[in-house]
Nanobody
Framework: QVQLVEFGGGLVQPGGSLRLSCVAS???????MSWYRQAPGNQRELVAR???????EYADSAKGRFTISRDNGKIMVILQMNSLKVEDTAVYYC?????????WGQGTQVTVSY
C-alpha cells in the first residue's frame, strides 16, 4: 500500500511564497507525481506534474510562478509556489501513479490572504 504525506501548507500574503512537499512510502517505484488543488465549489484541477525523468507539465495558472521537482531517491515531490495570488487558495493534493494506479495524499490547505 502506497501512502503519501504532504507538508508545507499554510497562510501567506499575496505575493508571498510557499513550498509544498510530499513523501511517498510503500513502493520503491513511483511513476509520475503531481500536485492538484481544489477550491471550495470547484473541481479538483491539475497544478503540475513531473515524470520520473523530470519532464514537467504545468497548468496555465501555474506557469512562471510554480516549479515542480522530485527526488527519486527520497520518493519526494516538491512544489515551490512564488508570487502567490488570492485565487491560489485551495486544498492542495499530492498524487502519485504506481504501476497504473493513482494514490492521493490527505491534502494540505494553502490560504493566500491579507
Amino acid at each position: 500500500q502506497v501512502q503519501l504525506v504532504e507538508f508545507g501548507g499554510g497562510l501567506v500574503q499575496p505575493g508571498g511564497s510557499l513550498r509544498l512537499s510530499c513523501v511517498a512510502s510503500g513502493s520503491i517505484f513511483v511513476g509520475p507525481m503531481s500536485w492538484y488543488r481544489q477550491a471550495p465549489g470547484n473541481q479538483r484541477e491539475l497544478v503540475a506534474r513531473i515524470t520520473r525523468d523530470s519532464s514537467t507539465e504545468y497548468a496555465d495558472s501555474a506557469k512562471g510562478r510554480f516549479t515542480i521537482s522530485r527526488d527519486n531517491g527520497k520518493i519526494m515531490v516538491i512544489l515551490q509556489m512564488n508570487s502567490l495570488k488570492v485565487e491560489d487558495t485551495a486544498v492542495y493534493y499530492c498524487n502519485a501513479a504506481v504501476w497504473g494506479k493513482d494514490y492521493w495524499g490527505q491534502g494540505t490547505q494553502v490560504t493566500v490572504s491579507y
